[in-house]
């Protein structure tokens, strides 16, 4: 059950959401002055304190979301877009797997149903498109080098992306006549291309060397999608020359697995059996035992002493580089 608690913060009515079964918290720390009174609100709780937050599961949806009171919320779960090895978006020991949980991006293109990929099949001119930003930071620097290796090679389209209506008609337009779409990393490791490219029956492209991928431990994306390493995809002729190498059949075979895969991140209210929202909460079900060993071990260990746990589970999902074939 769903109670919405109101305090009064020091201008406004401040408002915090409250899940009685399990109980957990949800703040909007928003304004400076109200999200640390916010802060201090929600750690004081009787809920909070028993667990230290490890029951606690916080929407951090963006690289830069709650970045200034995250140390003070880390043990809670955090609903993620990605994870980041650098340090450059989640600072180490705050943010892993084994706690957390990534979720997937809401697709900006419509979903390309049965009916639609049947249509469709016979069009797919092209072997590998991408639209969107040529330039980005961090890990996205290997979209200029991409760019420059397969710009105006047969089979490829590359165009840089724009917003609004147009741009999301030009990206679905592209993606739906195309065999592969090329998901390179962006400023973080993810973006919605993935998405995009599911929901469009375009086998995804990944390139990407640390990105996390939502509902791994149910979805096995190998059946989707091609990985291939940054190091691997740059040199010269030789991610063309794979993709050239897949099969019909499998070709094939990883079109029909998109076809089913697409249910799974498709937000919808009500939610559908195995339908994001199932998925995320038959994830959150796999930590249960996890939360339940920390809480305990909180409750009954010294905190100086050398048997308290310290220690983080923070594997990356890294793209080992192989030579392309």
């Excluded at 406004?12 to 918290?25: A, G, K, N, S």
């Excluded at 390493?229 to 094939?252: E, H």
């Amino acid at each position: 059950m769903l109670e919405c608690i109101q305090w009064r913060c020091s201008s406004r009515r401040c408002e915090c959401i409250r899940l009685d079964t399990p109980q957990c918290w949800v703040v909007s720390l928003a304004a400076r002055p109200e999200k640390n009174e916010a802060l201090k609100w929600v750690t004081e709780q009787p809920a909070w304190k028993r667990s230290e937050g490890r029951d606690h599961i916080l929407p951090i949806h963006h690289p830069w979301s709650f970045k200034s009171v995250r140390r003070f919320m880390k043990n809670a779960i955090w609903l993620l877009p990605d994870m980041d090895s650098t340090g450059n978006w989640y600072k180490p020991g705050q943010g892993w797997l084994e706690k957390d949980l990534i979720l997937p991006y809401v697709p900006n293109v419509d979903l390309c149903d049965a009916k639609c990929l049947l249509e469709i099949e016979s069009k797919r001119s092209t072997l590998l498109f991408f639209r969107g930003r040529l330039k980005r930071n961090a890990g996205g620097k290997i979209r200029a080098k991409l760019v420059s290796e397969l710009n105006g090679a047969d089979g490829v389209v590359i165009e840089e992306g724009s917003a609004g209506e147009a741009g999301k008609a030009a990206a679905q337009s592209g993606m739906r006549k195309s065999i592969y779409c090329l998901c390179p990393a962006g400023d973080t490791p993810s973006s919605a291309r993935l998405f995009d490219a599911i929901f469009s029956g375009c086998i995804p492209v990944i390139i990407s060397d640390e990105l996390e991928l939502p509902f791994e431990g149910i979805l096995d994306y190998r059946k989707i999608a091609l990985f291939v390493s940054s190091s691997d995809a740059v040199q010269p002729g030789s991610l063309l020359k794979f993709l050239r190498s897949v099969s019909p059949a499998q070709i094939r075979a990883m079109q029909m697995n998109l076809a089913k895969f697409s249910r799974h991140f498709l937000y919808s209210n009500p939610a559908q059996p195995m339908g994001p929202e199932d998925l995320i909460w038959r994830m959150l079900a796999g930590k249960l035992v996890n939360i339940k060993l920390h809480t305990r071990r909180s409750q009954r260990v010294v905190k100086e002493s050398r048997s308290l746990c310290t220690c983080d589970c923070k594997r990356s999902n890294l793209t080992i580089p192989a030579l392309l074939s």
